[in-house]
């Protein structure tokens, strides 16, 4: 057990809050297990649902099978697709297939991909700040390949091409760091001075919290460890957070087997997070090992409360109610 004080203590931990999952993970995480139970397994997950090795090993033990493309999964079957959403051509392909397909990608995902429409739709070159290859960044190109330009930081300001420069958005994938992403939409302005802004911002809520907390740990310890996995990229974000934020070091890790003893050598005080794809337990396991180090005494630094939640996919909503209600009125 873990003691947790707010004395100031000559070894202690700075645990983060908030910190692990977000509404949209927890939404997609559930909706696979949810899945599982409703129609059994195997249910095939069209890349990983959430990035993180630990839940989707979990899920994969449970009956759920992780695929890279549509075509791997036979026809007639179920798939789900990512928190990080898909583009239309996919919905499209999972239609050839005769797959049920349950959408999990998350609303403030979702909210993105209808502003890339709405814009390529009112004849708008939308600049979309993210990062290469990632596969939110993806899916949100889909939806309109011809007008969506990607703009993978600062450096890429001066070779953006548009067709009329009265007439440019900005966009972003939501897992970014607040202060890069502004740092380049700075520039944007300078390059276009008619540059639209989003009609809100799409740098997720659950994102930015946990950036702001980060920065309040790093600005008194000496090292910030952030649990994470290497393909998240708000996790990689709070690394670089917490070093902007004062940190000596900080290191991202999958578990607390990923901890270097030398990491802790002349530290006092140790900030502590995790990305928004990583479940508590997780963290609860990086706690332990630190306390078995003399790091036993746990300051939580609350910088706000979340209270956010998702409803599930309405493909899995529909067929759970469906079933309620049999059992209900005792049908077979």
């Known amino acids: 057990m873990v003691h947790m004080t707010a004395a100031t203590t000559s070894r202690r931990v700075l645990l983060a809050a908030p910190r692990g ?23 095939y997950v069209r890349k990983e649902i959430v990035h993180n090795k630990y839940v989707v090993r979990t899920l994969e033990k449970k009956g759920a099978v992780f695929v890279d493309e549509t075509e791997e999964v036979p026809e007639g079957n179920i798939v789900i697709f990512s928190a990080h959403g898909v583009a239309p051509v996919v919905h ?36 979309l700040i993210g ?26 300001v001066a070779s953006v091409k548009v067709r009329d420069e009265s007439k440019v958005v900005w966009l972003s994938q939501t897992t970014l760091s607040v202060d890069e992403t502004m740092a380049t939409v700075g520039q944007l302005k300078d390059r276009f001075p008619a540059l639209v802004s989003p009609p809100s911002d799409d740098i997720c809520y659950a994102t930015q919290n946990r950036q702001v907390a980060v920065k309040q740990i790093a600005a008194e310890s000496e090292l910030v460890i952030v649990v994470g996995s290497k393909n998240s990229s708000n996790s990689k974000r709070l690394v670089d957070v917490a070093l902007d934020a004062g940190a000596r070091a900080s290191h991202l890790v999958d578990g607390a087997d990923e901890i270097a003893e030398a990491w802790l050598e002349g530290v006092s005080t140790i900030g502590l997070t995790s990305g928004a794809s990583v479940p508590e337990i997780l963290v609860e396991g990086v706690l332990e090992w630190l306390a078995e180090r003399g790091f036993a005494d746990v300051e939580v630094v609350r910088s706000v409360e979340e209270s956010i939640q998702f409803s599930l996919p309405k493909e899995l909503r529909r067929d759970l109610r469906t079933e309620a209600a049999k059992a209900a009125g005792g049908g077979e």
């Open 131 to 156: 990062h290469e290859g990632h596969e939110e960044v993806v899916g949100t190109m889909g939806e309109a390949p011809e007008r969506i330009h990607l703009v993978d930081g600062p450096d890429d």
């Open 21 to 43: 999952y977000c509404a949209g993970v927890d939404r997609a995480v559930i909706a696979v297990e949810k899945a599982l139970e409703q129609y059994g397994a195997p249910i």
């Open 92 to 127: 499209e392909e999972a239609a050839e297939r005769r797959l049920a397909s349950i959408d999990a990608t998350c609303p403030l995902v979702t909210k993105v991909h209808k502003e890339a429409v709405r814009f390529a739709n009112e004849d708008y070159d939308i600049l």
